[in-house]
């Protein structure tokens, strides 16, 4: 399995405050997604990456935004978090033929 | 655009039992198609990918799954079922050709093993 961590591993925090998820990748894959995953839903796209300071938008972008500055860096930002935004995130790489996924081992939000 | 359903949220099994996850896909394209497994606490990790190489597909923990073009399948099984199979299953579909294509969940199948 690719080599990906996410920090923090648990976060409470209030309604209104800005959150930063981080991801990281020792594996050197060129896209990197955010996904959350809520019961009943499945996974959702929040937004992906294919290469440095390229980013496009998900499903369910509203509310978040991403950065990559380095190839083994994506960072999941919440401007200001709301209790809807409670929830599993989860951060995926991809560096393959076939678009098969690898990710980390997630990150549990609850927004107060 | 492609999707995946999957039919059953929630599968129970006795130990030793045959294990059966139902995945269909819609696509005009036979695409690539995996299935990922989910243990609590965890994030998932691929059991089996599907790349028109082979119809009957083998995977890790005794996992297979077959591609069936005409039925738009892709379902997963195990002969005999064992108590740390319990977990959740997801199937997911993406275009064919590399390039990071996204991949398309189903909403996953919650796996239990009774004894």
């Known amino acids: 399995d690719a080599g990906i961590t996410q920090s923090p591993r648990h976060k409470v925090t209030e309604t209104g405050t800005p959150v930063t998820l981080r991801c990281h990748q020792t594996?050197?894959?060129?896209?990197m997604y955010w996904y959350r995953q809520d019961p009943g839903h499945g996974l959702r796209l929040i937004h992906y990456?294919?290469?440095?300071?390229?980013?496009d938008k998900g499903e369910v972008s509203d509310g978040y935004s991403v950065s990559r500055s380095k190839t083994e860096d994506f960072l999941l930002t919440l401007e200001s978090a709301t209790s809807s935004q409670t929830s599993v995130y989860f951060c995926?790489?991809?560096?393959?033929?076939?678009?098969?996924?690898?990710f980390g081992p997630g990150t549990r939000l609850t927004v107060l | 655009a492609q999707s995946v359903t999957q039919l059953g949220s929630h599968v129970s099994v006795s130990e030793g039992a045959l294990v059966l996850l139902r995945c269909n896909y819609s696509?005009?394209?036979?695409?690539?198609l995996f299935w990922y497994v989910q243990y609590p606490n965890q994030g998932l990790q691929l059991l089996l990918k599907?790349?028109?190489?082979?119809?009957l597909v083998k995977g890790i923990n005794g996992f297979e799954a077959e591609f069936k073009k005409s039925e738009t399948s892709f379902h997963l099984t195990k002969p005999s079922a064992h108590m740390s199979d319990a977990a959740e299953y997801f199937c997911?579909?993406?275009?064919?050709?590399?390039?990071?294509?996204?991949?398309?969940f189903g909403t996953g199948t919650q796996l239990k093993v009774e004894l």
């Open positions: 696509s005009s394209v036979p695409p690539y």
């Open positions: 990456s294919y290469g440095v300071k390229d980013t």
């Open positions: 594996e050197n894959h060129r896209y």
């Open positions: 997911a579909v993406s275009p064919l050709g590399g390039g990071g294509n996204k991949l398309t």
């Open positions: 599907y790349t028109s190489a082979a119809t």
């Open positions: 995926a790489t991809s560096g393959g033929s076939y678009n098969e996924q690898f």
